[in-house]
Nanobody, 121 residues
Framework: QVQLVESGGGLVQPGGSLRLSCAAS????????MGWYRQAPGKQRELVAH???????NYADSVKGRFTISRDNAKNTVYLQMNSLKPEDTAVYYC???????????????WGQGTQVTVSS
């Protein structure tokens, strides 16, 4: 089992910055893909960014150039640095850990409880 705990959300003005943190209960980054997702009221949960176990990253088009996903293996923590924030970034942000095994096609999928990000003047 893996527990994920998000932190760092809050209220910020447009153009401001926040850094979200996701702490995992054990060392998993060599195996799992880590991701940040978000969900705004009335909308489906959407991908924000992924970092794969080999270190490759990908981002939603809406956040490219503004957000950066990274990890610290020693701290079992993944981060999302958010710059130049816009009102449309307002959402609950969720941390995710995903692993699909090669043998037997077994899937492991874990979610944090979420942290609120509000961008408003």
């Amino acid at each position: 089992q893996v527990q994920l705990v998000e932190s760092g959300g809050g209220l910020v003005q447009p153009g401001g910055s926040l850094r979200l943190s996701c702490a995992a209960s054990r060392s998993i980054f060599s195996t799992y893909t880590m991701g940040w997702y978000r969900q705004a009221p009335g909308k489906q949960r959407e991908l924000v960014a992924h970092i794969f176990n080999g270190g490759l990253t990908n981002y939603a088009d809406s956040v490219k150039g503004r957000f950066t996903i990274s990890r610290d293996n020693a701290k079992n923590t993944v981060y999302l640095q958010m710059n130049s924030l816009k009102p449309e970034d307002t959402a609950v942000y969720y941390c995710n850990a995903y692993w699909e095994t090669r043998i037997g096609s077994r899937i492991y999928n874990y979610w944090g409880q979420g942290t609120q990000v509000t961008v408003s003047s």
